[in-house]
């Protein structure tokens, strides 16, 4: 428990956190903001301007404008959940991490700065692409608050993903596994760059399982004003596994207290 007496040295402890974690991404911006940045640009092209000439329509809206908050969503995912889980396992890793441990500092607070990195993380590159996708067609904004708190909500539940891995990450190969094999198929079958509707009844029911369908579709809503669920239970998924994860982060943090990650 924190004591209030407490309260200035812990906000200390976790600036320096989270400083610590900021600076590290900006530090090496090269590797970590740019090829996000190309990798839309060339969706952006590809998809959206040749491919989607084709396609046409889709969801009452220019096919490069279905794609792009699925794009960004894309973004916004894969950065918070590196920084998260590339930065914990490097700690684990260089052993600095048991100093932490040992310190007079709640758990908790040690997550909250490796989480307010990665959420930052996501969040300055999924501007970025944002800004990018301005290049490249005219994004209308629906409902701006709505999108902001999807974006930054996503940032937050996939750092804690991250962070998760890299709590039972044992080598570096660990730490690729999870966005190699699980991350990116979701991604691609969470309709980022279709509508569920075009979907067998089958397959739309196994979508409805994906997580990432409902961020996508949720940050859609904010952005265009069009979604294949209720919004309402898009956010609600997203608070669910927010809350789910952050339990079992919690859980492993207080259970290896002891320095020994």
Not at 176 to 182: G, H
Not at 221 to 227: E, T
Request: glycine fraction near 8%; hydrophobic fraction near 50%.
């Amino acid at each position: 428990m924190m004591h209030y007496e407490r309260w200035p040295r812990y906000s200390i402890a976790l600036y320096t956190l989270a400083r610590k974690e900021v600076v590290r991404f900006f530090r090496i911006w090269s590797q970590t903001l740019v090829p996000s940045i190309v990798s839309m640009a060339l969706y952006f092209a590809i998809f959206g301007k040749l491919i989607g000439q084709r396609v046409g329509e889709m969801g009452g809206q220019s096919y490069i404008n279905y794609i792009v908050p699925g794009l960004i969503m894309m973004s916004v995912i894969t950065n918070a959940y590196a920084n998260v889980v590339s930065s914990f396992f490097g700690s684990k890793f260089q052993r600095n991490i048991e100093e932490m441990l040992v310190a007079p500092m709640p758990s908790a607070l040690i997550m909250w700065g490796y989480l307010i990195g990665g959420t930052l993380r996501g969040l300055i590159v999924g501007m970025l692409v944002y800004f990018v996708a301005n290049l490249f067609t005219q994004l209308p904004i629906q409902y701006t608050g709505m999108m902001i708190s999807v974006a930054i909500l996503t940032a937050f539940l996939f750092s804690l993903m991250g962070l998760l891995n890299g709590i039972f990450a044992k080598k570096f190969d660990d730490i690729n596994i999870v966005p190699t094999f699980v991350l990116t198929p979701l991604t691609y079958l969470g309709g980022v760059f279709y509508s569920v509707e075009l979907l067998p009844h089958f397959w739309q029911k196994l979508t409805h399982l994906n997580p990432i369908f409902y961020v996508v579709n949720a940050f859609r809503y904010g952005m265009s004003g069009y979604s294949d669920i209720s919004i309402y239970s898009g956010l609600g998924v997203i608070l669910g596994f927010i809350l789910v994860f952050y339990l079992l982060v919690w859980f492993c943090f207080e259970k290896r207290s002891d320095g020994s990650f």
